[in-house]
């Protein structure tokens, strides 16, 4: 039966979709939608806690709204687009996003001593965070068009490489360290997937170990500090190591099962700085100790592992990368916060996923889960779906 035979309301926008919307609301993954709103709700009880409650409602209610406009961003782009259509302008996208970017360098907004922000009427947009989506796009569909047989060597990764460094070079320059390592993260998972050497693999391990001095160098004092400051936070414990010292005594004093909400010393006496941003974890672990951590960090696994059914699900090459690298750009941004909040890694400031305190965050992320949705929904293999 085709489209004019069936029936139902039909849309595409500049793809060459063929699922009526009947269809298209039959496969949509719902599961994955329960677990992002899951975790969303569990993010607004630990932000209206880190918020001070009733001292600072209008950044709760806030962050509401930015969720409400993520979801249907998500079911927008799940939904509306037609099968081909990301990969048609992936290249226009990131051709965009880069020109923000330099944008942004040149009349950005300033804050905390960083330009990363242009001011789109009542919204602060981190040009940055378009670029991650943006990047994901671009290479799974440079792979898909120039798929080879067997691994990929060193003149097949010259484009996707400086599709790479080109937008990390902006975001250094911002400074912005913490994004421009996870757009690194991001791209090179997607690199590996479409079927790296292991020579070639092995060869860059090598050279990034032996760059590592070179890279030091150019690392501004104050980075330069946060890393030292990882293994030995005592010896600055009122500058440098303040962040790190205040967030293990909250995670530590949390025990198991917390301080109760709203009942956590270092939180609520304004001990622990960014606490509704980079440092949320801290919060939930110190008032919900380790159960309430334990629990966002089962969330998270279930996400991750529906997604990595999604991707065995998926169509193509391109879809097969888009949600290599969606899953990846989640899934770093979750290993670093945490291990950043636990003293394992230096603090870069990289946002908690859908718990975080940040609209340009929640927007990427949701477009993000949105392209998820979109691969699962057309998927030809739609049915194996939990």
Known sequence: MNESESGHSWLSLGGTATVAWTERLRRFPWSLLLLL??????????????????NNLWLFWRQVIQSAFGIGIMLTVSLLAGEKVYR???YLFYSGSLLLLAVTMIMGSVGMGA???LEVGFFRLQTSELMKV???LALARYFHDHAKAGSLGWRDLGVPFLMILCPMAFIIKQPDLGTAVLLAGVGL?????AGISWKVLLTMVIVLGASMPLAWNGLHTYQKQRIITLFSPERDPLGSGYHIIQSKIAVGSGGVTGKGFMAGSQSQLDFLPERHTDFIFSVLAEEWGFLGGVTLLVLYALLIFRAFLIAEMANDRFGLLTVVGATMLFA????????????????VGVPLPLISYGGSSMVTLMIAMGLLAHVSLYSRQHGRSV
Do not use: C, K
């Open 332 to 347: 770093v941004q979750v290993v670093v916060n945490v291990g950043m909040v636990l003293g394992l890694l230096p603090v």
């Open 115 to 117: 330009r990363r922000w």
């Open 189 to 193: 998972s997607i690199v590996v997937v």
């Open 37 to 54: 709103l899951l975790t969303i709700f569990f993010g607004f009880g630990v932000l209206y806690s880190a918020v001070g409650g009733e």
């Open 134 to 136: 943006a990047l994901i």
């Open 88 to 90: 048609r302008f992936s």
